[in-house]
């Protein structure tokens, strides 16, 4: 049986509570991406999709803790940009990175330009390297919910919790292998985002398309 984390209480009567909203196409999606192009593209095909490629759940970790502070749209409107900067987000390569390369990504437009994030990137690199080599950094991520997506059967928004048990847990062990800005709200925005957890609300079309993608696995 899929295994689901205990959600919060639902909101009390009279309170808000964004639901999955109807788009021209007929079909209901979660509230958060509005009805931008770029949101509903990366709501229908990539946010919830379980990833389990080391490379790319090495990008996708960077690009949350560049996020801090900001909105995922600003960051998703930047990717190809970052990806350029980044060399394709290799970690062999950005574990090497030296000050004038730094430097060269400090005065990038095409990213965010925060000193301490870009700084981070190479120590985040190195980990991620020793875990590859150990065990695959793949694994050693989903190995804290067993392999399989947690199934999270939430009705409303506002039944999303902004970080949980697990991501703490996994927070202090990813900053204790090397990693920053991996804090556990960053770290929950990522397994959602790399369906480690679903939550898509139910009423929403992807929730059902992702939930399948599990159970192939």
């Known amino acids: ?54 490379r790319a759940l090495f990008e996708k970790l960077l690009l949350d803790g560049f996020q801090a502070g900001l909105s995922w749209i600003t960051i998703l409107r930047k ?34 330009r925060n000193r301490a994030k870009i700084e981070s990137s190479v120590f985040s690199a190195r980990a991620w390297l020793a875990i590859e080599e150990k065990e695959g950094f793949s694994t050693y991520l989903w190995k804290y919910v067993d392999g399989r997506p947690l199934q999270n059967n939430l009705r409303h928004r506002e039944e999303m919790r902004a970080e949980t048990d697990l991501s703490k847990r996994m927070s202090k062990d990813l900053k204790a292998a090397g990693f920053n800005f991996c804090g556990p709200t960053i770290v929950y925005a990522f397994m959602q985002a790399v369906g480690m957890a679903n939550d898509h609300l139910v009423a929403c079309y992807r929730h059902a398309e992702c939930a399948a993608l599990a159970d192939k696995r």
């Open 1 to 54: 049986m899929a295994k689901t984390e205990k959600t919060t209480p639902a909101p009390k009567p009279g309170k808000p509570r964004p639901a999955p909203i109807p788009h021209e196409d007929g079909r209901h999606r979660c509230a958060w991406p509005g009805v931008d192009p770029l949101y509903v593209a990366y709501h229908d095909t990539e946010w919830g999709v379980p990833e389990y490629d080391s």
């Open 79 to 112: 990717r190809d940009a970052f990806r350029v900067a980044f060399d394709g987000f290799d970690p062999n390569v950005i574990a090497r990175y030296d000050k004038r390369k730094l430097d060269k990504l400090m005065n990038d437009a095409g990213i965010v």
